[in-house]
């Protein structure tokens, strides 16, 4: 059975001196002195000057920036990212979670304040809720938009393609094989 996201970060935390040589509390002291702010400067601080990985650099980066939006007592990653106006999108969200670890164990969420990233070894989707659809971002590299798919343009950086979700009927088995030939080239 996969891990809840919480589970994977503690993992990841309880790991860390082992797999990079020092403890959280040890990087974020590093971070700190390094008086970096943004998130991709302390990502590439570490990467560059630590020879951090990317997952670990990510979470470091979080933590010092207090980003890292807590995981629902229920086990999702989407901490009140469906609360309010967006509830009636949260079985949308579910119905992606419930296709999306099927594919297997190796996947990490990474909850944002506003979405939520998928990964393998580098992110093939993000899912992203609005008040009256979820929008999900898929990277389907040298896939022609078309139909329902579309180009993910200026809307997303990290993805290639778009698909906008507004019940649980639209996660069907075209959507599915879209995720899962992302989730493969992860």
Same mark, same amino acid.
């Given at each position: 059975? +996969? ?8 993992? =990841?935390? /309880?790991? $860390? ?6 403890? *959280? ?61 967006? +509830? ?8 992606? =979670?419930? /296709?999306? $670890? ?6 990490? *969420? ?77």
């Amino acid at each position: 059975m +996969a891990k809840t996201p919480e589970e994977q970060i503690e993992t =990841m935390i /309880t790991n $860390m001196p082992a797999n990079t040589g020092k403890s *959280l509390d040890q990087w974020l002291k590093i971070v700190a002195k390094s008086k970096l702010e943004k998130h991709g400067e302390i990502c590439n601080m570490l990467k560059k000057e630590h020879g951090v990985g990317h997952g670990y650099a990510n979470l470091i980066a979080h933590r010092a920036r207090g980003s890292l939006e807590p995981v629902k007592a229920d086990g999702t990653p989407a901490a009140g990212q469906y609360d309010g106006a967006k +509830a009636a999108m949260k079985p949308v969200f579910d119905k992606l =979670m419930e /296709t999306v $670890m099927k594919f297997g164990g190796d996947i990490e *969420l990474a909850p944002k304040k506003g979405y939520v990233s998928l990964r393998r070894t580098k992110q093939f989707a993000s899912i992203h809720p609005t008040t009256s659809r979820v929008d999900l971002g898929i990277k389907l590299k040298d896939v022609p938009p078309k139909g329902r798919l579309e180009a993910a343009g200026s809307w997303n950086g990290m993805v290639t393609h778009r698909v906008r979700l507004s019940s649980v009927s639209d996660v069907d088995t075209e959507l599915k094989a879209w995720l899962k030939q992302a989730y493969d080239a992860a």
